[in-house]
């Protein structure tokens, strides 16, 4: 069973860097395909994803993020780090750390459609609250 | 970026009735479609995956349908325990979600 876990601080203030940690079980990054990352949901509002690292180290990030976010394998096997810079409010709510899975699929019509990717298991999420 | 509208935005629904959301994507986005079940105060949960293959845990109340920009997920039979906000998502490009159809009793 895969679980994963958030944490972090509750608290930031604006300028500063954030750093959160996710540990996980039930897989190994270092297996071919495999990804793992950060999804975030400010209060009240939708989702958005804020970057994955995957088996090979690279890394994916969103566009207007990247230039704040790192992602990094922590010093265990199954440690990933968030690490933001220069928070702002604006990146209040919680942060929630992913599996994601994949595979190949038929639709409807008999076509083969490859390279299809979901995330099928969620940590619980961490609250991170930006504010002076 | 590929966008994704949903509609409605919130609906309330009574016991047993067949309740329908839409997903609408701005590009072609073929099967790669998700949908997950947010109940408060939870993480999400992956109710369907390639537009119409139901993950365990979940009833066959619900369906998932569609390709290409056009995509529903239906619930028959609506429930109690189906009070939730709904979320799609593609993974054709990237990631990303539609703003949520919350979804609750009437």
């Known amino acids: 069973q895969i679980t994963l876990k958030e944490s972090g601080p509750a608290l930031v203030k604006p300028s500063e860097t954030l750093t959160l940690s996710c540990f996980f079980s039930?897989?190994?990054?270092?297996?071919?395909?495999?990804?793992v990352g950060w999804i975030r949901q400010p209060p009240g509002k939708a989702l958005e994803w804020v970057g994955f690292?995957?088996?090979?180290?690279?890394?994916r990030y969103l566009s207007s993020l990247k230039n704040r976010i790192t992602i990094t394998k922590g010093d265990s096997k199954n440690e990933i780090l968030l690490t933001m810079t220069d928070v702002d409010p604006a990146d209040t709510g919680t942060y929630f750390c992913?599996?994601?899975?994949?595979?190949?699929?038929?639709?409807?019509?008999?076509?083969?459609?490859?390279?299809?990717?979901?995330?099928?298991?969620w940590g619980q999420g961490t609250l991170v609250t930006v504010s002076s | 970026e590929i966008h994704l509208t949903q509609s409605p935005s919130s609906l309330s629904a009574s016991i047993g009735d067949t309740v329908t959301i839409s997903c609408r994507s701005s590009q072609n986005i073929f099967i790669s479609l998700n949908w997950y079940q947010q109940k408060s105060g939870q993480a999400p949960k992956l109710l369907i995956y390639?537009?119409?293959r139901l993950q365990t845990d979940f009833p066959s109340r619900f369906r998932g349908s569609g390709s290409g920009t056009d995509f529903v997920l239906i619930i028959d039979n609506f429930q109690p325990e189906d009070v939730a906000t709904y979320f799609c998502?593609?993974?054709?490009?990237?990631?990303?979600f539609g703003q949520g159809t919350k979804v609750d009793v009437k």
């Open positions: 690292i995957f088996w090979d180290g690279n890394t």
């Open positions: 998502q593609q993974s054709f490009t990237f990631w990303t």
């Open positions: 390639a537009a119409s």
């Open positions: 039930g897989f190994s990054l270092n297996s071919d395909a495999a990804a």
């Open positions: 992913i599996h994601r899975q994949g595979g190949d699929f038929y639709d409807d019509r008999g076509n083969y459609h490859v390279g299809i990717y979901y995330f099928d298991f």
